[in-house]
């Protein structure tokens, strides 16, 4: 016996790829399960074998002639198809294009922030672009002619009417319109007459602001650490240092641990290992008498973040004038 | 606010290095900016050894030597009488900046280049002499930087103050800081009594005619004063914050405002009329020469210090000309006072002069300072500049600013804070910055905040210090309970998000442009003189001239996006933009403010392959989105019909259509008007369309049921109908819809076709109606006669026939 039958199927196997009309199929099958093929040549040679292998290998044998004829099969029902006019197509050349758009990443960074705090129970609460000075300065405790004002560079309308600095309005006209306990998150645009790498005139902010008994600054921390730790990473340090808004009292400076370097200091962060992303504080009670809220009984924290500053850390984009130039190189990465 | 630590380290020892001074005064809400070196400017001066000296060939005075730095030889022309072979001496090398301003350039004097200078103590800010150039001991290494041969080194904070705290926009305020972190006690200055002769009151007075503008005025007088240069001592502290040093007398003022926060001013008193003072405001339309040289017009609200004829400062802002010390002046009038911190602020916008004194009276200086910071400054102008003092001080105090008891509750405190501080540690950490402490019972404290403290008030404010100074990160990080609070509607922000998604699903990136635009817009856009877009909201104070108005309109921003991409050749664009636009609103004080979604499709149908030949895309290509848009938002009943020809403003006549959606007007979509295009620099057109959002969501459902499905077959039958050309085709789909029967269960109008065998003035219309009930299979011949009643009734509503 001089060829396995393993060797037999895989000869015979090759032979029927190679076979590329009917009449090579045919002589395949002839010459390998025909009446006088290779495969009855092999199992009348089965008397040779040792006694005990006899039966395992005339099992195999059967099998692989099965599986033979079944390739043989299906090789002519593939010659026919083609010849019935069934042509293969180069599936390598490329599909078309199921076209997608793209959200811009300043709403998309919106998105994501208001989401966790939405996940946090705040709703979400919106309020016009063009402003009374009462709503964005006067109600959040910036008296006229106040230096604090100088904080905001600001686009006049009137004397009266200006484009808002800041988000900051809405706490005043969410409280007037909605009794405590509060949680919203203010998305929006804002204005400020500044213009170069790191400022727009418009950007976006998102403001948030709870109001219910015995919150405290510790609260603060706690729910801005959730939103830290959700934005970037657990591993996101956080500091909070004293500041300065009219509106609340303690007020706070967020930073977080440099997202580029982790600390170690880099351009993005001037070498301080720091980044800051966040004004927040303890509403100021001034605020409270102004929409009529018990100051005596409620406490509150509000805070405040540019999306643009956020996007930038995120995707180390280093020009804010970017995100409003809508190239579509620009937009088509997000 | 700049201090240097040498400065600081008068009035407080301090402990820390820099790099952690500046971390912790950070962390107790002075923010440093920077810290630099106050030496950093002898950078390119460096230890050099004069090797050759040979006389000037062009000028006797004057020698060439050559100067060793190291590693090379540096030709300089000096003119100090003590130069010797073998000396050290600073070389200060081009391109050095002096502190009086000037920067050294390499230049030829006389004939010979000179590539450096060899400098005095003087020359360098670093002492009094100026005989010579200043001879280098010791052995220093040749082509050293000065600063680091020398050990010269102070480093100066930069401080970004909030403009809460004008207490600290002085070295002494800062060193309360540092003191109270440390622990460590503060040095005020001494200030020894040394009135020496006469009664003020017999020589001057001060007249407050506007005490709401100036609540407190005082005044002293010197006699026999020298004006000359500062002392070495003074001008250094002056340079190590960057004021550069004028003369002894204005060096004085200057010092005691960095020192103790209160601006002060000095008078020529000889060039006082009457030699006294009236503080009164401004007349209307008034004009003033200010120390810069400048004439300013005043309005009456302005406070003038003024003598017994005409205004000589505006009060707290600026001096005037006219009564300016010069090197002649032998008596000096010093002013300290107490100005309305608005009234200040207002005048110096107004004037658009901002000073160091502005800045602190308009954050609020220290009203019980004022007598104090004027003996300092007499005590010092008497060591500096000689001359004596007379006797008394005047000082006009018509409103006193009182400061109130606050009372604390140290329970409330650690409930707002979070913390579980003692009420003693509450009273340590407010004493260690000199507010007054009183210990009620249990709970309570009496607090008496300092004068200079102008910024607290209230119970929180005490907080805020006792949260400061313990540290705001040693404060437990708790977690809010969350209760169920109000739900605030979120109907409108759900209908966006929504449109966000249908339009990115659609191919259709999002933009957001500026919510400016020019007021050149509107004519760009062709729209006429009482379009609602041209009521426009206008910016007083703009950026630039393409941002003078508040958008009244998406197109003119998605068509320069247009514009900015194809310049960068990206031509095939399908954008989308949700955003405000802003009108005018005559009744109101705020403008209308209405939310709009615009899209653009320009270029392409599909980006170029292989499998089909490039196509541009159309209007019924961006009509489909808008189709789409409807369905996904499930509005039904939406028209579209022919935009009249006097509407298409910036669309493009016949190749526009309204939309209504249960015949309320809602938009519009077509195509850019030729002209148009080319107002906006385009070279191919684009099609837009706009909804107004707000009009969208009262049509949609606010709950959606769903229908049954039929399990039984459809059956579909073909109309064509001949009609005029004039009738929409589109008018047949809605006609059939209106018919409203239970069997139609889909409509597709499939051909439309004028030409060949259809007679001129007509068109074919085909539409294929699908036909299901959902009780049963229906029976041929009953939709035979259904759809006979339906071809009837089309042919009547549109006078139409059938093809022959
Ligand atoms: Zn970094």
């Known amino acids: 016996m001089d060829k396995s039958i393993e060797d037999i199927k895989d000869e015979a196997l090759k032979a029927i790829d190679a076979a590329d009309d009917r009449q090579a199929v045919e002589a395949v099958s002839t010459r390998y399960i025909g009446r006088k093929g290779v495969i009855t040549q092999f199992l009348r040679n089965l008397s040779n074998l040792p006694k005990e292998d006899r039966p395992g290998a005339g099992k195999r044998a059967n099998q692989v002639k099965e599986l033979l004829q079944k390739a043989i099969t299906d090789a002519l029902s593939a010659i026919d198809a083609r010849a019935a006019g069934d042509i293969e197509i180069d599936v390598s050349l490329p599909g078309r294009s199921a076209q997608r758009g793209y959200l811009h990443p300043v709403t998309q960074v919106t998105h994501q922030i208001c989401d966790i705090f939405r996940r946090l129970g705040f709703d979400i609460a919106e309020g016009p672009e063009v402003e009374t000075d009462y709503y964005n300065f006067q109600a959040l405790n910036f008296p006229k002619d106040h230096p604090a004002r100088d904080m905001q560079d ?74 830290v730790h959700e934005m970037f990473d657990e591993q996101t340090g956080l500091r909070f240092r004293p500041s300065f808004f009219p509106f609340t009292e303690p007020s706070a400076e967020v930073d977080i641990l440099c997202v580029i370097c982790r600390g170690e200091g880099c351009r993005v962060c001037s070498h301080s290992g720091w980044l800051e992303i966040l004004g927040s504080g303890m509403v100021h009670p001034a605020l409270f008498e102004n929409v009529g809220y018990e100051a005596d009984r409620y406490t509150g924290f509000a805070f405040g973040m540019g999306v643009e500053r956020i996007a930038m850390l995120k995707y180390g984009i280093d020009d804010i004038r970017k995100f409003f130039e809508n190239d579509m190189r620009f937009l088509g990465q997000f | 606010m700049k201090a240097s630590l040498s400065w600081l380290n008068q009035y407080v020892s301090i402990d820390m290095n820099a790099s952690d001074l500046a ?116 052995s220093l290494e040749v082509g050293r930087k000065l600063p680091q041969a020398l050990s010269l080194s102070d480093p100066v904070f930069e401080i970004d103050l909030t403009p809460n705290r004008p207490d600290c926009l002085c070295i002494l305020g800062i060193a309360r800081e540092i003191a109270a972190i440390q622990k460590t006690s503060l040095a005020y200055p001494d200030i020894p009594v040394m009135e020496a002769e006469g009664e003020i009151a017999d020589h001057t007075s001060v007249t407050i005619e506007a005490p709401d503008h100036c609540p407190r005025y005082a005044a002293r007088l010197l006699t026999g004063i020298a004006v000359a240069p500062s002392p070495f001592w003074l001008q250094d502290r002056l340079n190590s914050v960057g004021l550069r040093p004028i003369n002894n007398i204005v060096d004085v003022t200057n010092f005691v405002m960095m ?65 300016e010390i010069e090197k002649t002046s032998r008596r000096v009038l010093i002013e300290s006072a107490y100005f309305s911190p608005p009234h200040i602020r207002k005048t110096a916008r107004t004037l658009g002069l901002g000073t160091d004194a502005s800045h602190r009276f308009e954050r609020g200086v220290d009203p019980e300072n004022t007598v104090t910071a004027l003996d300092r400054a007499a005590q010092l102008m008497i060591e500096v500049g000689g001359g004596k003092l007379i006797s008394g001080v005047i000082d006009a105090h018509p409103k006193k600013i009182s400061r109130n008891k606050v009372t604390l509750s140290a329970g409330r405190t650690n409930r707002f804070l979070g913390t579980d501080l003692s009420q003693k540690t509450m009273a340590k950490l407010l004493e260690s910055i000199e507010f007054k402490v009183d210990i009620e019972d249990a709970d309570t404290l009496t607090v008496v905040h300092p004068s200079f403290r102008v910024d607290v008030h209230r119970p929180v404010d005490l907080m805020e210090e006792i949260a400061r100074l313990s540290g705001y990160n040693d404060i437990p990080t708790t977690f809010p309970p969350i209760s169920a609070g109000t739900k605030l509607p979120s109907r409108d922000l759900d209908v966006r998000d929504n449109i966000l998604r249908i339009m990115t699903g659609f191919g259709f990136t999002e933009a957001i442009n500026y919510s400016f635009m020019s007021e050149l817009s509107c ?76 899209g653009l499709w320009t270029g392409l149908r599909k980006p170029v392959s292989w499998h089909s030949a490039p196509e541009d895309c159309e209007y019924y290509d961006i009509k489909g989105v808008v189709e789409g848009l409807f369905q996904a938002l499930k509005i039904d009943n939406v028209k579209y019909s022919r935009m009249p020809n006097d509407l298409c403003f910036y669309m493009r006549p016949g190749h526009t259509a309204q939309v209504h959606v249960n015949r309320s007007a809602v938009g519009w979509v077509g195509e850019i008007n030729d002209q148009v295009l080319k107002n906006h620099d385009l070279k191919q057109t684009a099609f837009i369309f706009e909804l107004d959002m707000s009009r969208l969501s009262p049509h949609m459902p606010e709950l959606q049921q769903t229908r049954s499905i039929s399990k039984y077959p459809a059956i579909a039958r073909d109309i064509t109908l001949i009609m005029n050309i004039g009738i929409e085709s589109g008018e047949v789909l809605i006609k059939i819809r209106e018919f409203d029967e239970a069997l139609v269960e889909s409509i597709q109008l499939f051909s439309v076709f004028e030409g060949g065998p259809i007679p001129a003035g007509k068109k074919s219309v085909s539409v294929r109606i699908t036909y299901r009930s959902i009780k049963e299979t229906l029976q041929d011949e009953a939709i035979n006669q259904l759809h006979r009643d339906i071809t009837d009734r089309l042919m009547r509503a549109f006078q139409a026939s059938l093809p022959v």
């Open chain 2, 23 to 138: 971390d912790t005064l950070t962390m107790v809400g002075l923010e440093v900016d920077s810290v630099t070196d106050r030496y950093e400017y002898l950078n390119t001066v460096l230890v050099g050894r004069i090797v050759e000296i040979v006389p000037h060939p062009n000028a006797q005075r004057l020698t060439v030597c050559k100067v060793d730095t190291g590693n090379r030889l540096v030709p300089v022309v000096c003119g100090a009488p003590n130069v010797k072979v073998n000396m050290l001496a600073p070389l200060a090398l081009p391109g050095t900046q002096f502190l009086d301003g000037t920067v050294l350039n390499k230049n030829t004097i006389r004939g010979e280049t000179s590539e450096g200078m060899l400098c005095s103590e003087v020359e360098l800010g670093l002492g009094k002499d100026r005989s010579g150039i200043l001879s280098l001991k010791g």
């Open chain 1, 154 to 227: 600001t686009f006049f309308v009137s004397d009266t009417v200006v484009l808002r600095t800041h988000t900051s309005p809405l706490q005043i006209r969410t409280m007037e319109k909605y009794k405590p306990p509060l949680r919203i998150i203010m998305p929006g645009k804002v204005f400020r007459c500044d213009s170069d790498l790191t400022h727009t005139p418009m950007f976006n902010q998102v403001e948030g602001l709870m109001v219910d008994e015995h919150i405290s600054l510790g609260d603060l921390k706690g729910i801005l650490t959730v939103f």
């Open chain 2, 259 to 323: 020192e103790t926060g209160q601006p002060l001013h000095a008078f020529d008193f000889d060039r006082l009329a009457e030699n006294r003072i009236v503080v009164r405001t401004a007349a209307m339309g008034e004009t003033f020469t200010t120390l810069d040289g400048k004439d300013r017009k005043l309005t009456d609200e302005m406070l003038m210090i003024c003598d017994g004829e005409k205004p000589v400062a505006v009060g707290g802002v600026m001096g005037g000309l006219n009564s």
């Open chain 2, 523 to 598: 004519d760009k856009l062709r729209l006429p003189a009482d379009d609602f877009r041209r009521r426009m909201v206008e910016i007083l104070n703009p950026l630039t001239e393409d941002q003078t108005v508040m958008r009244t309109s998406l197109i003119p921003g998605l068509l320069e996006t247009m514009h900015r991409n194809a310049s960068q050749q990206v031509r095939d664009l399908k954008l989308f933009e949700t955003g405000k636009v802003f009108i005018n609103n005559s009744l109101e004080e705020l403008p209308d403010e209405v939310e709009i979604l615009a």
